[in-house]
């Protein structure tokens, strides 16, 4: 018998016993990547015979699917396992699992094996497809189960429960080669390996086909997709590739590298974005800066200087004018000077990002940057909170331009904010609310910008302007 067909078995008796399918809760915590791997990880549970569900206290597996990025998202982590203690005395057949990046780190593994005893399955970010496995030697044996990665590799065909029916995340590639000196991403989650081109467009094709409207193509460094795998087919090429797929749909994708991003790659969105025909790229480029300053990017290993950021956006914004440019920022990076730090928000007054993420620096062990000499944390907090009101005011100049303007939105659903409110992204991903009713979640819609805030737009839906595919699938 496999160890799927006995978690299978496993699940029925739970079921026959208490009238229920029992639930499988998942947690995730951290970036899009995380997010995808919690899908996959939802979709193996249901495929094992688990529901899914929000509620942990009815659940009799818990997932928790951490980040390492940062201290605070570790901190967080941690705190909810702590939270879990009483949900397994209610329930001792609840099964606790614990794993992503946090985890496969070696001090937290062990640290989490001795704190929380509680905690009957751990694993790093190498192998979800594992999960019945790990299942099956848990139940079987009764005790716990530690699994720390060696083994990276692509694991295509494993089941995927998507949180959203027109919205999704396809990751081209995984693990990074860059060792920037304040990231853990490498040490946690391997070497940069690409999927197959043809795995990828057939899974879009399979995505398009079953209506996703919006997709998003996932790597810490895109932009080096196919290096081991093609000689000559790089991220551009799939791009174009994807661009031949039939259907009414989106596509953006996240995380490019500045030292990589390439001009011809901004010539494929420049073509595949043009407003004359459905656009298929979104006109929008996420590239993460980290800093202003040049000695800074150097001590970050980054490889790229403010000049060549900003020949690359030059460029975009020459091919394509209105494109809307986002970025990361880290604040006090070791050594960080005043005369660093006020680069940094030069370039912020310079490029007029459309939108930024910013990060106060948070040392991680064993990365380079962690030995080096520490800003002072009052010091970190209070540029943080200078840079934040430069930002903001220029996002607020910007969300201003969109008032008077019509925004094809993708909509979804009700805001969490304001329930009296539908929530939605246009195609530059600009946050949108509007008065609207469920009926239009998962649909393209005209919005009339009427006022504009700092972090989103407000607007009123124009009923006319539902597109004509909208409107065919709605009668
Ligand atoms: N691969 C992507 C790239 O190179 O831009 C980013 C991956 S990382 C998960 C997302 C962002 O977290 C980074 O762009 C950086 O700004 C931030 N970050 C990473 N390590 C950090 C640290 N030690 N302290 C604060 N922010 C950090
Ligand atoms: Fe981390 Fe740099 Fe890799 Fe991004 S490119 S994941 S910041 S090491």
Sequence with gaps: MTCAEKIRLYTDGIAERTGRRPGVSVTTFGCQQNEADSERLTGIAESLGYRRTDNEEEAYLIIYNTCAVREHAELKALSRTGQLKHLKERNPELIVCVCGCMVAQEHRLEDIKKRYPYVDILFGTASHGRLAEYLAEKIESGGRAFYPDSDYQIEEGLPVCRESSFKAWVSVMYGCDNFCTYCVVPYVRGRERSRRRECILEEIRGLVAGGVRDITLLGQNVNSYGKGLYDDYSFADLLEDICGIEGDYIIRFM?????????????????????????????????????????????????????????????????????????????????????????????????????????????????????MEQVPDDVKTERFARMLEVQNRISREKNDLYVGRTERVLVEGRSKTDPGMMTGRNEKNRLIHFRGDDSLTGNFVNVKIISADTYYVEGAFEKEGLDEQNEVQSH
């Design 255 to 371: 995380t490019s590298h500045p030292k990589d991003a390439t001009f011809r790659l901004i010539d494929v969105m420049a073509e595949h974005s043009r407003q004359d025909s459905r656009p298929r790229i979104a006109r929008q480029f996420h590239l993460p800066l980290q800093s202003g300053s040049d000695r800074i990017l150097r001590a970050m290993n980054r490889r790229y200087t403010r000049d060549r950021y900003l020949s690359l956006v030059n460029y975009m914004r020459e091919k394509i004018p209105d494109i809307a440019v986002s970025t990361d920022i880290i604040v006090g990076f070791p050594g960080e000077t005043e005369e660093d730090f006020s680069d940094t928000l030069e370039m912020l007054e310079t490029v007029r990002f459309d939108a930024f993420f910013s990060f106060i620096y948070s040392p991680r062990k064993g990365t380079p940057a962690a030995r």
